[in-house]
T-cell receptor
Framework: LAKTTQPISMDSYEGQEVNITCSHN???????ITWYQQFPSQGPRFIIQ???TKVTNEVASLFIPADRKSSTLSLPRVSLSDTAVYYC?????????????FGKGTHLIIQP | DGGITQSPKYLFRKEGQNVTLSCEQN?????MYWYRQDPGQGLRLIYY???????QKGDIAEGYSVSREKKESFPLTVTSAQKNPTAFYLC?????????????FGPGTRLTVT
């Protein structure tokens, strides 16, 4: 199972771009990289998912280098409401439990 | 609206009692999951089910039991054998197809046992 490592906490300010990097040295060929956001006392919410290169949606971008041993979640122009815990997962397909290990995540704090 | 519901949002029980947490989804997902979250910690997998009438233990299954009699429902029973049951419990579901990895989470049930 691919284990992920990400910073415990990060601080930034409103309007800044925030980049959170996750290491996953043992990622398997069929694994995808998924990022979730969690607010206190709520279930995690899917942000973005990718396999390689760059993926962008309306809320974030995900950068994955060619060796896929790391990934970077980029949040453009953050606001106070982006204060949350962000989890990086490396997930297998098929509905099983491969990669379903949520570590402590990265606690992002946005200040005015 | 499609989604996952968990009930109740808050649950209080006395020590020694079994308690069942509800999880229902109308997303037509085959796979369902139960996680436990303690304060300041990540999510830990308790049980998961990939198809009706089948389920597997996760990382911390001791003291818990589940059933999967219907595709839409995956209830979790916290038994009296669970030594530290007070926690935030989250249910999730996802498609088994190889084109979709996203998990959809319910709002959670906060269980307090005294």
């Amino acid at each position: 199972l691919a284990k992920t490592t990400q910073p415990i906490s990060m601080d930034s300010y409103e309007g800044q771009e925030v980049n959170i990097t996750c290491s996953h040295n043992n990622i398997a060929t069929n694994d995808y990289i998924t990022w979730y956001q969690q607010f206190p006392s709520q279930g995690p919410r899917f942000i973005i998912q990718g396999y390689k290169t760059k993926v962008t949606n309306e809320v974030a971008s995900l950068f994955i280098p060619a060796d896929r041993k790391s990934s970077t979640l980029s949040l453009p122009r953050v606001s106070l409401s982006d204060t949350a815990v962000y989890y990086c997962l490396v997930e297998g397909s098929g509905g099983g439990a491969d990669g379903l290990t949520f570590g402590k995540g990265t606690h992002l704090i946005i200040q005015p | 609206d499609g989604g996952i519901t968990q009930s109740p949002k808050y649950l209080f029980r006395k020590e020694g009692q079994n308690v069942t947490l509800s999880c229902e989804q109308n997303l037509n997902h085959d796979a369902m999951y139960w996680y436990r979250q303690d304060p300041g910690q990540g999510l830990r997998l308790i049980y998961y089910s990939q198809i009706v009438n089948d389920f597997q233990k996760g990382d911390i299954a001791e003291g818990y039991s589940v059933s999967r009699e219907k595709k839409e429902s995956f209830p979790l029973t916290v038994t009296s054998a669970q030594k530290n049951p007070t926690a935030f419990y989250l249910c999730a579901s996802r498609d088994r197809g190889i084109s979709s990895y996203e998990q959809y989470f319910g709002p959670g049930t906060r269980l307090t046992v005294t």
